[in-house]
């Protein structure tokens, strides 16, 4: 027991139980959080687990949104996820701080004197064995009691008033309650989040279960926008797939949900002021791949019920393709360009397509689409309106364009097309969003960043930058004075199955700023783009590869290696319980290691 305390108090020294790259052993985290928590505190000495059945949950209303954070704690004690990954085998060392949770382990009441012998239902080696063979040679799989069965925590007290960074919490667990103590009402929704992942099903008593008591935690992100971006003009995405999206996206402390909603390929927005817009544009031509405006007021408030921001996306003036459907006069005549000038990007040349933007109404129709959009964006303060890959040769293959670029700009050069681009982002795109009291974000519009002389200074300061391209890129914004969310490493489509490790492992600060520098990348954001996520390979991407981004914007101290080696052993089987638990959203298994997974 001595050496296992010593244990336990080194790993709060490191609460994500790293490794150094000459251990022989995996060490498992004594908790099964994700994204795991800045400071924990075990018990220096345990009560032993104890029974949550919560029977009176009491949200403070002065400080707290009562009604919300209520129902999250409802689902956080409520749903269950049943949980059995494969039998331990190796020596006792790698178990310590998972097994430090009670005093006394046994295998059967015999050594418990007066009390008895709990085996969690996920540790049970058969109906007739309580501990598997390899007990024998490591830690005993049950605790002992003092009792004949569990102590039960019956209350959970929420607060929302704890001071510090307003998406910061503290969870507390005593013998008689526990206690979440938010610094806002966001902060308080996440310690709701962890106190879910924290409460271990135990189908044989078929209760919940909190190993270690008292416990404590202490938790705030290192990144403001943890964002999410979902694709639905390559590939429609029913509203009720999204939902659980959404579920997801809380249980993994993502605050941002892109949604790049239009695009050339389909344009599946409800416009009440140009409802041909979907009605032709749309990938059915009917309602079936159509986002009603009250679809997407739907979407929003489930959203912000989970204190997730959702920011539409409009992009335009390239990408804009299937706004020709209903009007195709406002569309740059190039279309014998894009027949003539060979395989340009992503299928055959859809996304070269660029409207007309010298023409009044080709202004208009964006301008109001823009208002639109912006009326449904709910709380959130951001409206996205693309801006990036405009091809320049199809305005140049235009002799109205051509004549307007030459009396404005004085010649047929790129640049002089650059200047049309940015005039078009600064007098339609974004002063729609201002005028409709949000703060524009646009993909990063050009290859040179902000040593463009066509782009500086001419759009507004807190303008936020999506950077796509590299490092370098983000880099440049930020030392520029402006706020960037990198994107470039989180790009999911064409990643495989261990790409989960790759999102983990990505670089997000660029090497060489200042701490004001830093500060100014306000976050990153996985991409979901939907070229081939469709069907299938939705789950796989948007929930094995994709949440594991989450750890890495809340703030990590490891390097995932994968279940491939011991020394990836610990994570990976974190995440992995990570993935199980977001079935309880309805959510197909996505296991990234051998287990078993039920709701």
């Not at 004594?30 to 924990?40: E, M």
């Not at 009560?47 to 009491?58: C, D, F, K, R």
């Not at 989960?500 to 954001?525: C, D, M």
């Amino acid at each position: 027991f001595k050496m296992a305390t010593k244990m336990l108090l080194l790993l709060l020294l490191s609460p994500a139980c790293s490794l150094s790259s000459d251990t022989a052993y995996v060490k498992y985290p004594p908790l099964h959080i994700w994204p795991y928590p800045k400071q924990v505190t075990l018990p220096s000495s345990p009560l032993g687990p104890h029974a949550v059945s919560v029977e009176t949950i009491n949200v403070d209303q002065k400080s707290c949104s009562t009604s919300v954070l209520e129902a999250l704690a409802k689902e956080a004690v409520t749903l269950k996820t049943h949980f059995k990954a494969p039998t331990r085998t190796y020596a006792e060392p790698p178990y310590q701080a998972i097994d430090g949770y009670c005093t006394k382990h046994c295998s059967n009441n015999s050594v418990c004197g007066s009390g008895s012998c709990y085996i969690p239902s996920d540790r049970r080696w058969s109906s007739t064995s309580a501990c598997p063979p390899s007990s024998a040679y490591n830690t005993p799989c049950g605790c002992c009691l003092s009792g004949t069965q569990l102590p039960t925590i019956t209350t959970l007290n929420i607060k929302c008033a704890n001071g510090g960074d307003p998406e910061g919490y503290e969870l507390q667990v005593t013998d008689t309650a526990i206690n979440v103590l938010g610094s806002d009402n966001a902060g308080a929704a996440y310690g709701i989040s962890s106190l879910a992942q924290l409460l271990r099903y135990d189908k044989d008593i078929q209760s919940h279960v909190v190993d270690f008591v008292p416990l404590t935690l202490v938790d705030s992100p290192e990144l403001k926008w943890r964002g999410y971006m979902l694709d639905t003009s390559r590939h429609f995405v029913p509203v009720s797939d999204m939902m659980p999206m959404l579920s997801a996206m809380y249980a993994a402390k993502l605050n941002v949900f892109h949604w790049h909603i239009v695009d050339s390929p389909s344009f599946p927005f409800e416009s009440k002021l140009h409802p041909t817009l979907a009605q032709e544009g749309s990938w059915s031509g009917d309602n079936s791949t159509i986002y009603s405006q009250e679809d997407i007021a739907n979407v929003v408030a489930f959203a912000e019920s989970r204190f997730i921001k959702v920011v539409l996306e409009i992009d335009t003036p390239a990408h804009t393709l299937a706004f020709g459907k209903a009007y195709p006069d406002i569309l740059t005549d190039c279309w014998e360009w894009m027949a003539t000038s060979a395989y340009k990007v992503d299928v055959d040349s859809d996304d070269c397509m660029a409207l007309d933007p010298t023409q009044t109404k080709s202004r208009q129709i964006v301008t109001d689409v823009l208002s639109e959009a912006a009326g449904l964006a709910g709380s959130s303060p951001w409206l996205h309106l693309g801006g990036d890959e405009v091809k320049y040769p199809c305005w140049n293959s235009s002799s109205s364009i051509q004549a307007i670029v030459k009396q404005r700009y004085g010649d047929l050069s790129t640049s002089s097309f650059a200047r049309l681009q940015a005039e078009w982002t600064a007098n339609v795109s974004i002063a729609a969003a201002v005028k409709n009291g949000k703060v524009p974000v646009i993909w990063q519009p050009t290859t040179q960043g902000p040593g463009d002389p066509v782009w500086d200074g001419i759009l507004p300061k807190d303008t936020v930058y999506m950077i796509w391209l590299n490092s370098a890129s983000a880099k440049a914004y930020v030392q520029n004075g402006s706020n960037v969310v990198y994107t470039t490493p989180f790009y999911v489509a064409g990643m495989g199955s261990d790409g989960w490790t790759k999102v983990y492992n990505a670089q997000i600060i660029p090497s060489g700023l200042t701490p004001e520098e830093a500060n100014r990348v306000i976050g990153a954001e996985i991409c979901m783009w939907g070229e081939s996520l469709g069907g299938g390979t939705l789950n796989e991407r948007a929930f094995q590869i994709s949440l594991a981004a989450s750890e890495n914007f809340w703030g990590k101290n490891e390097t995932a290696i994968g279940p491939g080696s011991a020394a990836g052993l610990g994570i990976s089987d974190r995440y992995n319980r990570f993935l199980c638990h977001i079935s309880r959203f309805g959510i197909a298994e996505v296991a990234i290691m051998p287990s078993y997974c039920s709701t």
